[in-house]
């Protein structure tokens, strides 16, 4: 018999397809919310989360739950304390989405750099200021850390 796993936030067929080849037997459910889990969590061993609360009435309600896994850093948004108390184990997956992270920390750079959030702002109140709005720096032949 495999072992249930629950999915209860956005993951990518990659991922989901991963725990398939593991031998999991995996519910996908990205719409789930906290409200809905302690009523559906009975049958699982496994429960993924992003976003998603994991709080006292779903670990209250779970009746076979070994593992809480969080797909990002940090487990703030899961009771800890009770899932100890409960033999549940938390864990998370720091660095996963570095990358993205990344990405997103240069796209405010350019954005800042270009002034796009206040260009964006006085358009929207019907200013064009091309003027103002092309003394950017820019950022070939610069130095950034991120």
Known sequence: ?????LVADKMDAAG??????MGLD??????L???????I???YTI???RSTKVQAPTLEAAENLKLVIRAGSGV?????KLAKEKGVRVCNTPGMNAAAVVELAIGHLICCDRRIPLAHRKLIGGEWLKGDFQAAHGLRGRTLGV
């Open 1 to 5: 018999m495999s072992l249930r796993c």
């Open 47 to 49: 429960l993924i989360v």
């Open 26 to 31: 995996v519910t996908f459910n990205p719409k």
């Open 76 to 80: 703030n948004t899961i009771d800890c």
């Open 16 to 21: 989901l397809q991963s725990l398939t080849d």
């Open 33 to 39: 919310d906290a409200a809905d889990l302690p009523a």
């Open 41 to 43: 969590i009975a049958p």
